[in-house]
């Protein structure tokens, strides 16, 4: 088949299966069964593939049968290892290479974690309330320095929400409340994108079926 | 039919209704050319489109990393695209990878960014590579960090690293102007919080609209310089390089939706309220 | 050696790797462990598909309620097994195709579904119950119009950045510190052996 009428036969298929998990939105059917088991299918022999490409070959075959880096069959080793959970007499096995991923993956992660999300998140905090530039109009100043107090007074109030160790009463309820509605409308927001990420899924979706599928069946038979 | 029943049939509409007029308002626009969407840049994408723009052409790439599997494909690919026109336009040369667990967004690059690439000409290897995939982001990030001939031993079709022109000058991080994150989980935050304060490399994130509301406290501090958000940053950047695609195409439908929803939101809310005043 | 050992392993691999970070002589082990960890990660993958295997294979062999579908299951993964290994991979091969094809839009729709549910569930959920809830759903509301760049008369693109730059921005920088501090100390209690969940019951 040459690639011209090859290219609109696999549009039109990406349409058939787009329509038959749309299906699912009537009830579940055979069609939409058949369409999601074939796409498990593949997406576990796409990953089959892409792992032996990308880092079986080069990080193990590689390394030991063409380097001379037989270090690498240790890893090799704690891989296959993992396998012994399928026999439960010798599971126990396996939690040797949980063991050194897990404890490799947590060290790793302490001083990056801490650097990263949690030191440099409070410097970016801690600024001057007041943000007066002589550039700038009064108000614009105005408008600053509130978002900059509002910064740092907003932040405060959402950690001492998260405080357990305090009872929420009094001025440090209030302050607790404060923070709550910022978290509140922190999560308004999301929704927010949260509505538009899943709509813009199915647009890409219609738009495929509208423009691309109809092109395609225009070509074929056109 | 009494009050009391219409509010409550006002506050209980059937699910295929709300489906149906959901369809219908997706799809109408793309056939009506209605409603007029209107597109302002943010400067989450300005400041993206710039940190693009400052880096010299046919000079150290801008990495792309395609962290997004096929169900973010719909608001990402936009952006990969929006991003690739941008790059290959200028003779800004590309460096792709993909950090997505599954392998599923190597299978995204290797059609986006060839597709691309071809439209302006521009040669695999010399203009672009494609160096495949890594199942642990993290972990590769941090090791991209010490030697990227180590992460990734050969490209995504077999070819061994050493023997790609452009990675011939690339050692580490030190060597790469910027990385533009494509991401639909928390791998975008990842950029920031390992390779972004361990090795102070530039960050850019092309996220999700779910992930852009959580994403914001990074680029207050600077650790993100710039962010694409959902498909309406695809179509900011896209009236940015003056190139229509498909996050511009689909704003109308975005709209009608938006509107849509709202509207059953507020007629829900009016019945409800109404309903509990009269007991 | 069914606890001690990994709990040894995972003190010296952890600590190693949380000590590098302000140790470059140690920079040449760290690269090659994290070789290591990328190469056992990817296993722990594999072990998933696996276990996907023995469930679909199962099913099929013991001819189960709709194991017609665990066969195709099996069939596709095959043939683009075998895509992938003969012909290889790229643009135009099989098996790019059969991912364009089949998998991508597979995938997304089955993502673009949660359009429909998502608008069901805010008109049935989104009630202005308390004041918790009706400053979420004003900020939804203001959010989804601000990014549409509409009400500009109403500075309504002005409030919705406000509410994304600052209430928000606070929110989840809270949010963000907590988080931290909890992986943080989670990781340490992982690699001092206080926390071994991951051991599993101690009954395999």
């Not at chain 1, 998140?121 to 009064?138: M, V």
Request: aromatic share 12%.
């Amino acid at each position: 088949m040459d690639a011209a009428l090859a290219n609109p036969i696999w549009t039109i298929l990406a349409g058939l299966v787009t329509l038959a998990i749309f299906s699912f939105l009537y009830r579940d059917n055979p069609l939409y069964k058949m369409a999601e088991h074939i796409a498990v299918g593949l997406s576990v022999g796409f990953l089959v593939v892409t792992y032996y490409n990308n880092v079986f070959r080069p990080k193990v075959w590689d390394n030991v049968l063409h380097n001379g880096q037989f270090d690498y069959l240790i890893p090799f080793f704690l891989g296959i290892i993992l396998f012994t959970r399928f026999v439960p007499k010798i599971g126990w096995v396996s939690r040797w290479a949980l063991a050194f991923y897990i404890g490799g993956f947590s060290g790793v992660s302490i001083p990056s974690t801490l650097e990263g999300r949690v030191l440099q998140q409070t410097e970016a905090t801690i600024q001057p309330l007041l943000s007066i530039d002589s550039a700038r109009s009064w108000s614009a100043n105005f408008f600053a320095t509130v978002d900059s107090t509002f910064l740092v007074v907003g932040t405060l109030a959402c950690l001492v929400f998260f405080f357990f160790s305090l009872e929420h009463k009094g001025g440090i309820g209030r302050f607790a409340y404060f923070g709550r509605l910022c978290i509140m409308a922190g999560f308004g927001a999301s929704f927010g994108y949260t509505v538009m990420a899943r709509v813009s899924l199915l647009i890409g979706r219609i738009q495929y079926l509208t423009r691309d599928m109809v092109d395609s069946i225009g070509r074929l038979f056109g | 039919m009494q009050f009391q029943e219409i509010l409550r049939l006002l506050q209980n509409i059937d699910r295929r209704i709300i489906y149906s007029v959901l369809f219908v308002a997706v799809t109408f626009p793309f056939y009506i050319d209605w409603p007029p969407v209107r597109i302002e840049v943010s400067r989450e994408v300005e400041d993206a489109y710039n940190v693009i723009e400052s880096i010299p052409p046919h000079s150290n790439p801008l990495m792309i990393s395609f962290d997004y599997d096929p169900a973010s494909a719909a608001e990402l690919t936009p952006m990969a695209e929006a991003v690739l026109h941008h790059c290959f336009s200028r003779g800004i040369r590309v460096l792709a990878i993909s950090l997505q667990y599954s392998g599923l967004g190597a299978g995204i690059a290797s059609d986006v960014v060839p597709r691309i690439a071809a439209e302006y000409g521009r040669k695999q290897n010399v203009d672009w590579a494609f160096l495949g995939f890594q199942p642990n982001a993290v972990i590769a990030m941090l090791q991209m960090g010490e030697d990227f001939k180590k992460t990734f031993p050969i490209d995504y079709y077999g070819t061994p690293v050493n023997e790609i022109p452009l990675m011939e000058p690339i050692q580490n991080y030190d060597q790469i102007p910027a990385v533009i994150t494509l991401a639909s989980t928390a791998v975008g935050e990842y950029w920031a919080v390992y390779p972004g304060s361990r090795y102070g490399l530039k960050v850019l994130a092309g996220l999700t609209a779910v992930y852009t509301a959580d994403i914001q406290p990074f680029y207050q501090s600077g650790q993100i310089s710039g962010i694409l958000g959902g498909l309406k940053g695809a179509a900011e950047y896209e009236k940015r390089i003056d190139k229509i695609g498909d996050g511009t195409a689909g704003m109308r439908s975005q709209k009608t939706v938006h509107y849509m929803i709202i509207l059953f939101i507020v007629i829900g809310n009016i019945a409800y309220l109404l309903s509990r005043r009269r007991g | 050696m069914r606890i001690q050992l990994p709990l040894l392993i995972c003190a010296i691999v952890g600590i190693f790797m949380a000590v590098q970070y302000f140790v470059p002589a140690l920079l040449p082990i760290y690269n090659r462990l994290n070789d290591y960890l990328q190469i056992v990660y990817a296993f722990s993958i594999v072990l998933g598909v696996a276990s996907v295997l023995h469930r679909h294979g199962g099913k099929v062999q013991k001819r189960r309620k709709d194991w017609v579908y665990s066969l195709a299951a099996i069939a596709a993964m095959v043939l683009m097994m075998l895509a992938g290994f003969i012909e290889g991979r790229g643009s135009g091969t099989l098996f790019q195709n059969l991912f364009n094809a089949v998998l991508l839009p597979v995938q997304a729709t089955m993502f673009a579904l949660l359009a429909f549910y998502l608008a069901s569930a805010s008109f049935r959920a989104f009630r202005t119950r308390s004041t918790d809830a009706t400053v979420l759903l004003v900020a939804a509301v203001i959010v989804m119009i601000g990014r549409l760049d509409d009400g500009r008369s109403l500075a309504i693109p002005d409030m919705a950045r406000w509410i994304l730059n600052t209430p928000n921005l606070v929110a989840k920088r809270a949010i963000l510190i907590g988080v931290g501090l909890g992986m943080a100390s989670t990781a340490l209690k992982v690699v001092l052996g206080i926390e071994r969940s991951y051991l599993g019951s101690g009954k395999e």
